[in-house]
Every structure is written in C-alpha cells, then in structure tokens.
C-alpha cells in the first residue's frame, strides 16, 4: 500500500464517477480493519502514529468518494483540470439567469408548498447535472465541461440549503 496514492487506489475501486456505494463501504470498512491503530497497540508508539496516519488517508479518502460533488472535483483535478471553485465562478448566462429565477421564487414563495415545488425543481436539475457528470467523467472523458457541472452543482447545492432553511422555518411555524 502506498499512502500517497490515489483514493481510488488506495480502496482498490475503479477510477469513476459512478461508484457502487456498497461496494465503496465496504472497500473502506475492510482497509480501515487493516490498519487502525488498535491493531498496532502492542508494536509501540511509532507504528501505533504510522496506524493512525494510515487510518486518517483511509478515511479521507473515503469522504471524498461518497460525496458526488468531492467525488467528481477529485477525478476533475486527477485529470489535471481542478475546479477551482473560490477563484472560478464564470459560469454561463443562462445557468445565471436560471439561478436569479430560483433565488427570485424562493423569496418571493409565500407557502411551504411554493418552496417545496421550487425544491423540486432545482432537484431534478440537480439529478440530471449529476447524470451529465457521469457522462462527461466516465464516457466523454471531458474533466473540462465536468469542472464546469461541479461548480455549477456547487451553486445549487447552497440553493438546495436556502431551500431547506426556509422550508424548516415554516415547519417551526407550524
């Protein structure tokens, strides 16, 4: 094992944006096995550090695989293009245009069902960015145009907490 792999290495997956959750859990639960540093106790104070180092790569790289966005912006970077989402936020006009309507009809939603219909919304095209992703990772190879989706999915993703927000307030008012 090398700690400086790649996560998908280090768990011995597929180098993909469609991943088996099951099939990463369990990669993850038998790697974390092998080297957590309950393992080591008896083999003294450097080998019980080298264990917990090992276990903290393990479980960062699991963090980043079973989160969809992480998960797309690492195989983003591992092709050489990252997202650079705190420097990068050009995005195109329309997917502008249809942020400023979102944000619009969630301020101006006067009922749980208006948000819960605006929810609904920006969940699908949450859904169908990530099919694009899966695409454009997986099949077109175009970690490019992928950068873009996950930034975009960034955006949507804190919509998506407005949304929520707003939706939990009318719920306290209930």
Known sequence: MNI?????TLLGLNKSFALNKSELDAAWKALQAHVHPDRF???GGAAQRLAMQWAVRVN???QRLKDPLKRAAYLCELAGVPVQSESNTAMPGAFLMQQMQWREAL???DSADEVETLSDEV?????ARLARVTQ??????????AAQEVRALMFIDRL???IDARLERYEDAS
């Open 60 to 62: 960062e790289a699991h």
């Open 123 to 127: 969940l699908a095209d949450r859904k």
């Open 4 to 8: 400086d792999a790649d996560d998908f």
């Open 107 to 109: 301020e101006e939603a």
């Open 41 to 43: 106790a008896a083999e």
């Open 160 to 162: 998506l907490e407005e």
């Open 136 to 145: 454009l990772l997986d099949v077109d190879q175009n970690a490019l145009q």
